[in-house]
Each structure stands twice: as structure tokens, then as C-alpha cells.
T-cell receptor
Framework: EADIYQTPRYLVIGTGKKITLECSQTMGHDKMYWYQQDPGMELHLIHY???????EKGDLSSESTVSRIRTEHFPLTLESARPSHTSQYLC??????????FGSGTRLTVV | AQTVTQSQPEMSVQEAETVTLSCTYD???????LFWYKQPPSRQMILVIR??????QNATENRFSVNFQKAAKSFSLKISDSQLGDTAMYFCAFMRALAGANNLFFGTGTRLTVIP
């Protein structure tokens, strides 16, 4: 079944560690996105990609980085995690103007 | 810049009753798309309904319908016969209808609780 997958679902990690949040989709969508969702549930776009080898920063400045080497894969990396990075991260993909399909999210806690 | 405003942070409704969630937006574009998304507690965000701005007819999906007022830049969601499973955060979102410009702009959300 075509879908979008995020792993891990939950992650608790110590300050200073490097982490990668995985996002993969099987729908063949060209466009992929990362959102950060704060405790008040607001959604902030932090990265997006319109295709392989194309990545852009979103509206909210983030210390994370992304890569898009394959159409189906859009991982997000934090080189050195800090408590301020504690949040929920949502990955999404889309085809043209139909709207997004979201993953289940990764809830990250940095201690 | 596009902005989306949801003025109701929280709402509640009795099971089987009808509730309307408000959304207004600001844009200088003449053609665009509007969406309502639902995010149940600890679950995946899903698309509820989609409206194309150039279509005057209001979109409907089973118990969910919208009241799209283009001149007023208003896009409210009506949920009829509310069910316990409708309890969720609801986000209104805007997308420009330009090739290559498919970023969604979200409102701040409305938390809906359906009371048994």
C-alpha cells in the first residue's frame, strides 16, 4: 500500500548526539516536506524538496539539514542535538496541488 | 505573503450535533487551493476536504462540508452528526496555484472535542 513512513516514532537522546530522522514514501511524489510542530500544535515548515538533489529551507530557521538523493527518501539530520530541538517532526509528500500526505511523525526529546 | 487565521483555539460539540470551525486567509492571488486537515491525538494528520478557489461550489465529503466565501476570504468547515472519532486538532491550510509553488500555509489549529 502506498504510504509515507517515519522512523523512529519516538526518540529520547542526550545533548550533543547526532541524530537522523528517517522519512520514506512509496507514492512516487516529487515534493517532500519537513514540519516542526511545537507544543501548542502550530506547524512550522523547516525544509522542503521539489525533487532529487533539490532542497530548500522553510519559513522557520532550523539547525537541521536534509538531503534528497533518492525520490522516495528525505532524511533530516541534527549534527548536535540540544534540548531546544525537543519537538514533534512531521514529514509529508505531495503531488502537484492535491495536498499533502503526512507521516505519523517523530516525537524527539533531547535531555 | 499568505496568512491563515483560525480564531477559535478550542471548541466542543455534543455527539450527533453540528459544529462549524472558522478560517480566514489573506492573499493577493486569484487562484489557489484551500484544505482542512485533521490530526487526532497521537495519530497521523489526514486530509479532510479540499476546495479549488475557481470553483464556486462548496466541497463536501460525507459529514464534512465547507462554506467557501471567496470575496470575504473565508473558508469554514461544518461537521454534521459529530462523532467521538471527530475529536482532533483541525488545521486550515492554503496553497498557491502556481506551478512549482506547492507549499502549504497552515493556520494555528482548532482543538475540537466531541462530548458523549
Amino acid at each position: 500500500e502506498a504510504d509515507i513512513y517515519q522512523t523512529p516514532r519516538y526518540l529520547v537522546i542526550g545533548t550533543g548526539k547526532k541524530i537522523t530522522l528517517e522519512c520514506s514514501q512509496t507514492m512516487g511524489h516529487d515534493k517532500m516536506y519537513w514540519y516542526q510542530q511545537d507544543p501548542g500544535m502550530e506547524l512550522h515548515l523547516i525544509h522542503y524538496s521539489y525533487g532529487v538533489n533539490s532542497t530548500e529551507k522553510g519559513d522557520l530557521s532550523s539547525e537541521s539539514t536534509v538531503s534528497r538523493i533518492r525520490t522516495e527518501h528525505f532524511p533530516l539530520t541534527l549534527e548536535s542535538a540540544r534540548p531546544s530541538h525537543t519537538s514533534q517532526y512531521l514529514c509529508a509528500s505531495s503531488r502537484t496541488d492535491y495536498g499533502y500526505t503526512f507521516g505519523s511523525g517523530t516525537r524527539l526529546t533531547v535531555v | 505573503a499568505q496568512t491563515v487565521t483560525q480564531s477559535q483555539p478550542e471548541m466542543s460539540v455534543q455527539e450527533a450535533e453540528t459544529v462549524t470551525l472558522s478560517c480566514t486567509y489573506d492573499t493577493s492571488e486569484s487562484n489557489y487551493y484551500l484544505f482542512w486537515y485533521k490530526q487526532p491525538p497521537s495519530r497521523q494528520m489526514i486530509l479532510v476536504i479540499r476546495q479549488e478557489a475557481y470553483k464556486q461550489q462548496n466541497a463536501t465529503e460525507n459529514r464534512f462540508s465547507v462554506n467557501f466565501q471567496k470575496a470575504a476570504k473565508s473558508f469554514s468547515l461544518k461537521i454534521s452528526d459529530s462523532q467521538l472519532g471527530d475529536t482532533a486538532m483541525y488545521f486550515c491550510a492554503f496553497m498557491r496555484a502556481l506551478a512549482g509553488a506547492n507549499n502549504l500555509f497552515f493556520g494555528t489549529g482548532t482543538r475540537l472535542t466531541v462530548i458523549p
